[in-house]
């Protein structure tokens, strides 16, 4: 995985909760994201970062908010959990390998609002 | 923009046989190419990408994918399917002109290798 760990593996809270999940890596890489995984819709970027404070959106960035003060870790929060969040959650970072870049992914995060 | 479309929800192979797992896409620039397979409760694995150079590219577990630029399409194939390869396909892509290295996804592929 990469040096990629994510936390916590498995959440239930309710509606209206924040919550917020973390990702950390071990090697120093500067690209990392967060992707949501849903039935039908492969994987989707929330957010993703290409260094410490340097943080942009993805394609479903809506109630969902990222930081990162250090270079290791990656912290996607949701303000107020609703059901339509109810996902896994992966992160991945960018390495550069032979030709081009490759990402690779945590063991990803299983968040059920209720 | 970019985007990835794969038309099979499910392919199913026996064991043996040869498997391919269709994969088209859009860019408008040109583009890197990725295959990448999920097993049950598990992250994406990275299989192979094709970036420039020989359209047909090698992966692990025996995969390779040909890249063809007039049909932009980049299937995913391998000579003898295993039971072992049953998993989730993902095919994904990057505009050349893509500053943050971002992937889209297509919306995956179950297959089903039966013995």
């Known amino acids: 995985d990469a040096g990629i760990t994510q936390s916590p593996r498995h959440k239930v809270t309710e509606t209206g909760t924040p919550v917020t999940l973390r990702c950390h890596q071990t090697?120093?890489?500067?690209?990392m994201y967060w992707y949501r995984q849903d039935p039908g819709h492969g994987l989707r970027l929330i957010h993703y970062?290409?260094?410490?404070?340097?943080?942009d959106k993805g394609e479903v960035s809506d109630g969902y908010s990222v930081s990162r003060s250090k270079t290791e870790d990656f912290l996607l929060t949701l303000e107020s959990a609703t059901s339509s969040q109810t996902s896994v959650y992966f992160c991945?970072?960018?390495?550069?390998?032979?030709?081009?870049?490759?990402?690779?992914f945590g063991p990803g995060t299983r968040l059920t609002v209720t | 923009a970019q985007s990835v479309a794969q038309p099979e929800d499910q392919v199913n192979v026996a064991e043996g046989n040869p498997l391919t797992v269709k994969c088209t896409y859009s860019?408008?620039?040109?583009?890197?190419l990725f295959w990448y397979v999920q097993y049950p409760n598990r992250g994406l694995q990275f299989l192979l990408k094709?970036?420039?150079?020989?359209?047909l590219v090698k992966g692990s577990y025996g995969f390779e994918a040909e890249f063809n630029k007039s049909q932009t399409s980049f299937h995913l194939k391998k000579p003898s399917a295993l039971v072992s390869d049953s998993a989730l396909y993902f095919c994904?892509?990057?505009?050349?002109?893509?500053?943050?290295?971002?992937?889209?996804f297509g919306g995956g592929t179950r297959l089903m290798v039966k013995p």
């Open positions: 090697e120093n890489h500067r690209y």
């Open positions: 860019v408008s620039g040109n583009p890197y």
């Open positions: 991945a970072i960018s390495e550069f390998m032979g030709k081009g870049y490759e990402q690779y």
């Open positions: 970062s290409y260094g410490v404070k340097d943080t």
């Open positions: 094709y970036i420039t150079g020989d359209n």
């Open positions: 994904a892509v990057r505009d050349t002109d893509n500053a943050g290295n971002m992937l889209t």
